[in-house]
């Protein structure tokens, strides 16, 4: 399972290999897949992520699937991916999103840090930033993640299902539903839903409906249906 290429455009996303590689990285893909225990099958929590390309969420099935970012400073292992970058685990086993290539062109250091130091988790990556590559805390480790990104799912779900309510707006549905996913991820991760943290960032965009609901117009056009 290639975590770069793109399933939207049915090719390797090589801006974002290229994006890396300036900013110093070594891509190592996995080799041979090993064989897995049944305890390392049982607490596979990769298992658990599921992709929703709407967004461009995609994970790894199994742990031998990471793939290894390192460069001079920094060594990070990456486990999946969405549209605005690529979820990582530090050698803390942190979860963080390296925002990629497209989100990163022309953005400013305060687009993704306070301007307030406050959190050694969210300005662990701050420095790097006046380089222009932006490392942005997610959790604090991958089981924080994979709840945190569980209700992340359920909301749009949620969404999905008032979609074409009688009784109310989206707006006004989407506002709860949003205060909701912020506190349920609070519970797990008070951390994460502060300001400047990715899930606060998907919070939004869940309250403004800012999240693809179905597949992209370029979808049809890719197969030819237009």
Known sequence: MNIFYDDLFYKENTEDIEFLKSHGFTIIYPQQPPKMTTEEIYSNLYAYLDNYQNAGFKFIDFPDQLVKLSNNDNLFYCFGKSNHGYFVLNESKEVYIIINKYYSDGARKEDYFSQDKGYDKLDKYRDIADDGLFIIYVNSCLLDFLNSYSFF??????????????????????????????????????????????????????????????????????????
């Open 153 to 226: 799912m359920a909301s749009v779900y949620e969404l999905k299902a008032h979609f074409k309510s009688a009784f109310c707006s989206l707006s006004d549905i989407s506002a709860i539903i949003a205060r909701k996913l912020k506190e349920n991820i609070a519970n797990i991760d008070n951390l994460a839903v502060s300001d400047f943290a990715y899930w606060a960032s998907m919070v939004d965009d869940i309250e403004h409906v800012n999240i693809m609901l179905n597949f992209k117009f370029a979808t049809y056009k890719l197969t030819n249906r237009i």
